[in-house]
């Protein structure tokens, strides 16, 4: 894959911030969208737009056509064994809190154990909380190792008996570190507990296939993978999806409605309650296309060179600490610049045309495991180069001299 001739099919990637050309490294919060996706919801609204699954006429079929043929996108995606087991959401927030809420409050009981790690993000965090609380289930932990990985022998200690769910992320959104999902759930479903998997860093870069993975539930978000905000989905095994009850109840969802009592329509449109988000679902769909015809093997390839090669280069650069491990890692490096505060790391840099995430990431749990209270964030997608990396390193020395540091060693 070229990266530069795939930057030219990202409108947004050809503009100077601050007289300087733009070098877009903040893609774990959102990456950007290529002329395709843009084209295809334009194309949406322009000739398709209708409410999908209730009328007779053209548009409406034509919706209800882009729109089912979006979740058949995501099912081949993740090799998922049948669309209905794709749920519509908002993006891998709502699809997360719809299992904690749908499944793990129905199904949990006091004394029940709910096994995650500490560098989850708060979206995989704080719904299995709230589960806890309601249930009377416990929170355990697994351990991390000094460079931000974790062991299978600390998830054979950690998931018992008791276990019913263990939530995992598959990527750190702030470590890079990659925890081997297959043999999770297999360790899980020994002792009987299902697996929930937060994929929203893995999808965008990983070949995921969730009859391999053998997850219980797998969650994901369009805007971190060149599609729209504002649309996700949740894969689920589909006897799981069929025990669950809806969290969201209205139009669309129902099959048959009385004065005191309603059943609800078959997988997956009990979970899709109200006018789903129809244009989000297109360009979703056009997003996987983009992504399918450049290869997710290519693309995993490219940015772990990528990232070795800005390992390299920022870990020459004297008083700059990395977060996470060095090797089999993905695409993003977390680091702190001395006592620069990761903030004024982060605003140097976009004076100089450098867009990278500053704070806690929502990770203040891992945060307080690193020992501070902010990182600086650069992460790569498929449009970046060596060039990209080149422009960070020289302008983090700039930074360094700005708040009166030595330069480099």
């Given at each position: 894959m070229d990266p530069l001739a795939l930057k030219s099919e990202f409108p947004i990637l050809n503009q100077d911030i601050n007289g300087h050309p733009l070098v877009y490294l903040d893609n774990a919060a959102t990456t950007q969208k290529p002329r395709s996706v843009i084209e295809a919801i334009k194309r949406y609204y322009e000739w398709d737009n209708a409410n999908v699954h209730r009328g007779v006429h053209t548009l409406g079929s034509r919706a209800t056509d882009a729109y089912e043929g979006a979740r058949e996108k995501v099912a081949r995606f993740l090799n998922a064994p049948a669309s209905r087991q794709i749920i519509f959401t908002r993006g891998t927030t709502t699809a997360l809190n719809i299992v904690a809420s749908g499944y793990a409050r129905q199904t949990l009981r006091e004394g029940d154990e709910i096994v995650l790690t500490p560098m989850e993000h708060h979206s995989n965090l704080i719904p299995w909380q709230q589960a806890a609380k309601a249930t009377g289930a416990t929170l355990k932990y697994i351990p991390l190792q000094p460079d931000g990985t974790i062991t299978l022998a600390d998830v054979e200690a950690t998931v018992t008996e008791r276990t019913k769910i263990v939530a995992i992320t598959y990527v750190s959104n702030v470590l890079g570190t990659i925890n081997p999902i297959a043999k999770i759930a297999e360790i899980a479903h020994r002792n009987g507990a299902i697996i929930v998997v937060d994929g929203a860093q893995s999808t965008p870069h990983l070949k995921v296939d969730v009859q391999a993975l053998d997850v219980d539930f797998y969650a994901l978000s369009g805007h971190k993978m060149c599609g729209p905000t504002g649309i996700g989905a949740l894969y689920g095994k589909a006897q799981l999806l069929e025990r669950m009850e809806p969290v969201e109840f209205g139009?669309?969802?129902?099959?048959?409605?009385?004065?005191?009592?309603?059943?609800?329509k078959?997988?997956?449109?009990?979970?899709?309650?109200g006018t789903p988000m129809i244009a989000g679902?297109?360009?979703?769909?056009?997003?996987?296309?983009?992504?399918e015809q450049i290869g997710l093997h290519n693309i995993d390839q490219h940015e772990k060179k990528l990232t070795r090669y800005a390992i390299e280069r920022l870990s020459n650069i004297d008083g700059l600490k990395i977060f996470g491990p060095r090797e089999e890692r993905a695409g993003l490096i977390t680091f702190n610049l001395g006592d620069v505060h990761p903030h004024d790391v982060a605003t140097v840099l976009d004076t100089e045309g450098i867009a990278v995430r500053a704070g806690h990431h929502c990770c203040q749990p891992l945060m307080r495991w690193l020992n501070v209270s902010a990182t600086a964030r650069a992460s790569f997608y498929l449009y970046n180069t060596e060039h990209d990396v080149d422009r960070l390193a020289e302008?983090?020395?700039k930074t360094k001299e700005f708040f009166g540091y030595e330069s480099i060693r």
């Amino acid at each position: 894959m070229d990266p530069l001739a795939l930057k030219s099919e990202f409108p947004i990637l050809n503009q100077d911030i601050n007289g300087h050309p733009l070098v877009y490294l903040d893609n774990a919060a959102t990456t950007q969208k290529p002329r395709s996706v843009i084209e295809a919801i334009k194309r949406y609204y322009e000739w398709d737009n209708a409410n999908v699954h209730r009328g007779v006429h053209t548009l409406g079929s034509r919706a209800t056509d882009a729109y089912e043929g979006a979740r058949e996108k995501v099912a081949r995606f993740l090799n998922a064994p049948a669309s209905r087991q794709i749920i519509f959401t908002r993006g891998t927030t709502t699809a997360l809190n719809i299992v904690a809420s749908g499944y793990a409050r129905q199904t949990l009981r006091e004394g029940d154990e709910i096994v995650l790690t500490p560098m989850e993000h708060h979206s995989n965090l704080i719904p299995w909380q709230q589960a806890a609380k309601a249930t009377g289930a416990t929170l355990k932990y697994i351990p991390l190792q000094p460079d931000g990985t974790i062991t299978l022998a600390d998830v054979e200690a950690t998931v018992t008996e008791r276990t019913k769910i263990v939530a995992i992320t598959y990527v750190s959104n702030v470590l890079g570190t990659i925890n081997p999902i297959a043999k999770i759930a297999e360790i899980a479903h020994r002792n009987g507990a299902i697996i929930v998997v937060d994929g929203a860093q893995s999808t965008p870069h990983l070949k995921v296939d969730v009859q391999a993975l053998d997850v219980d539930f797998y969650a994901l978000s369009g805007h971190k993978m060149c599609g729209p905000t504002g649309i996700g989905a949740l894969y689920g095994k589909a006897q799981l999806l069929e025990r669950m009850e809806p969290v969201e109840f209205g139009g669309e969802m129902i099959d048959f409605v009385e004065l005191y009592d309603s059943t609800w329509k078959e997988l997956p449109w009990k979970f899709e309650g109200g006018t789903p988000m129809i244009a989000g679902a297109v360009g979703l769909g056009a997003a996987i296309d983009f992504l399918e015809q450049i290869g997710l093997h290519n693309i995993d390839q490219h940015e772990k060179k990528l990232t070795r090669y800005a390992i390299e280069r920022l870990s020459n650069i004297d008083g700059l600490k990395i977060f996470g491990p060095r090797e089999e890692r993905a695409g993003l490096i977390t680091f702190n610049l001395g006592d620069v505060h990761p903030h004024d790391v982060a605003t140097v840099l976009d004076t100089e045309g450098i867009a990278v995430r500053a704070g806690h990431h929502c990770c203040q749990p891992l945060m307080r495991w690193l020992n501070v209270s902010a990182t600086a964030r650069a992460s790569f997608y498929l449009y970046n180069t060596e060039h990209d990396v080149d422009r960070l390193a020289e302008s983090l020395v700039k930074t360094k001299e700005f708040f009166g540091y030595e330069s480099i060693r």
